[in-house]
């Protein structure tokens, strides 16, 4: 069973920076092997993709919505996937997913999920 964990959701204000984390388990994935990505669902929202990563780190792809202002990285020596997100804005508030064993920005493809991390940004 593969295991997913997000971190480093909280609560900030318009403008600031948060930094989330997602640390896959070892015994259950090459986390290598997989692309990854992070989600977002707000409240009686679907769920959006929010940017993507291959394997090896790159390249990244992001939504519209968050280009200029968002950052996906890895670190595969960690087994660690990253979203430093920057000039938050109040329509940023969602909870935060990291998935693994898909491709691209739907929800669907992606096999292994994490229970996500609450951010929230005040006006």
């Known amino acids: 069973q593969v295991q997913l964990m997000e971190s480093g959701g909280g609560s900030m204000q318009t403008g600031g920076s948060l930094k989330l984390s997602c640390t896959a388990s070892?015994?259950?994935?090459?986390?290598?092997?997989?692309?990854m990505a992070w989600f977002r669902q707000a409240p009686g929202q679907a769920r959006e993709g929010v940017a993507v990563?291959?394997?090896?780190?790159?390249?990244?792809f992001y939504a519209d919505s968050v280009k200029g202002r968002f950052a996906i990285s890895r670190d595969n020596a960690k087994n660690t996937l990253y979203l430093q997100m920057n000039s938050l804005k109040p329509e940023d508030t969602a909870m935060y997913y990291c998935?693994?064993?898909?491709?691209?920005?739907?929800?669907?493809?992606?096999?292994?999920w994490g229970q996500g991390t609450q951010v929230t940004v005040s006006s």
């Open positions: 998935a693994a064993a898909g491709y691209g920005l739907t929800p669907r493809p992606y096999q292994y």
């Open positions: 070892t015994e259950s994935i090459n986390f290598s092997a997989y692309t």
């Open positions: 990563i291959n394997g090896g780190g790159g390249p990244a």
